[in-house]
């Protein structure tokens, strides 16, 4: 089915570890974000990406890591998972930079 | 960076009534979008605005782009239980953000049946 698509949906994990959200879009959209979702913030920019290998910091960068060697996919690493890591994240993508951003449905991450 | 400030936080409403909200900014954008976000699930586009003074509708919702590119309002006219849900603005000023938007933190509107 043609969409974006995060998994997992959710996801707990302890303080320390590494944990990677995957993010895939049928699109061939140019542009992928990562926002997190956090009561009393709304959706803050993470990281973000033009195309395939071209990727910058959003707001909100440190403590995670992001690639993109192929246009579709667009994980992301939290490297040391802490627990004000603890959110909702988001990832999107646009076709061009002044257009909507489709979003996927949201991974839930539990840092304890 | 650039902030937006959206009004208000929340909204408690009786079904039928219509609804207001708005999004300030210091700064100037290119582009407005509102979406709304249903518990559980990703925000998803309503309106896009991309000339200032601009007026469109997407059925009982019309948003307006302000004159002075700061601001931007959405109105909800008759509202009925399935617009609960958190609404977001979002600026978009292209060339020098590489297509970046910048979020409100919402407003949750409540509908009493």
């Known amino acids: 089915d043609a969409g974006i698509t995060q998994s997992p949906r959710y996801k707990i994990t302890e303080t320390g570890r590494q944990v990677t959200l995957m993010c895939h879009q049928t699109?061939?959209?140019?542009?992928m974000f990562w926002y997190r979702q956090d009561l009393g913030h709304g959706l803050r920019l993470i990281y973000y990406s033009a195309a395939a290998d071209i990727t910058d910091k959003g707001e909100v960068p440190d403590g995670y890591v992001v690639s993109r060697s192929k246009t579709e996919n667009f994980p992301l690493t939290l490297e040391s998972a802490t627990r004000s890591q603890t959110s909702v994240y988001f990832c999107a993508s646009s076709e061009w930079t002044d257009t909507e951003a489709f979003f996927g449905q949201g991974t839930r991450l539990t840092v304890v | 960076g650039q902030q937006l400030n959206q009004s208000p936080q929340s909204m408690f409403i009786q079904e039928g009534e219509d609804v207001s909200m708005n999004c300030t900014s210091s700064?100037?954008?290119?582009?407005w979008l509102w979406y709304k976000q249903d518990p559980g699930e990703g925000p998803v586009l309503l309106i896009a605005l991309y000339k200032a003074g601009e007026l469109t509708s997407n059925g009982r919702l019309t948003a307006q782009f302000g004159i002075t590119r700061k601001d931007s309002f959405l109105n909800i006219s008759a509202s009925i239980p399935s617009d609960v849900g958190i609404y977001f603005c979002?600026?978009?000023?292209?060339?020098?953000?590489?297509?970046?938007?910048?979020f409100g933190d919402g407003t949750t509107l409540t509908v009493k049946p």
């Open positions: 979002a600026g978009l000023l292209l060339n020098t953000n590489a297509g970046k938007s910048t």
């Open positions: 699109w061939s959209h140019s542009y």
């Open positions: 700064s100037i954008f290119n582009t």
